[in-house]
């Protein structure tokens, strides 16, 4: 096995996660962006105040996205496990 085989499957590996992490995330950040600029137009400094719709906000994107992200990290460790026979030759 030579260098580049492995930093294919890491380079893979970085692609899953970003493909993972991306749905809970990128909600999230839109909602602590407009929830920071409400805050800063009516001087509300609560903390309490930002934090809990960024929560409802990331469990509502783990409800929708759940099972396409559980999908995706399950068929990529099925492809790691399929590469195993690769490795020991």
């Known amino acids: 096995m030579d260098s580049g085989y492995f930093l ?12 993972a992490s991306a749905p809970i995330l990128i909600p999230a950040l839109l909602a602590g962006l407009l929830l920071g600029m409400v805050q800063a137009a009516t ?5 309490t105040l930002s934090f809990v719709p960024k929560l409802a906000v990331v469990g ?28 020991v030759r």
């Open 8 to 19: 294919g499957v890491a380079r893979e590996a970085m692609w899953v996660l970003a493909l």
């Open 60 to 87: 509502l994107s783990l409800v929708i996205f759940g099972g396409l992200i559980m999908g995706l990290l399950s068929d990529f460790t099925l492809a790691i496990f399929d590469r195993i026979p690769d490795l």
């Open 43 to 47: 001087s509300i400094n609560e903390a």
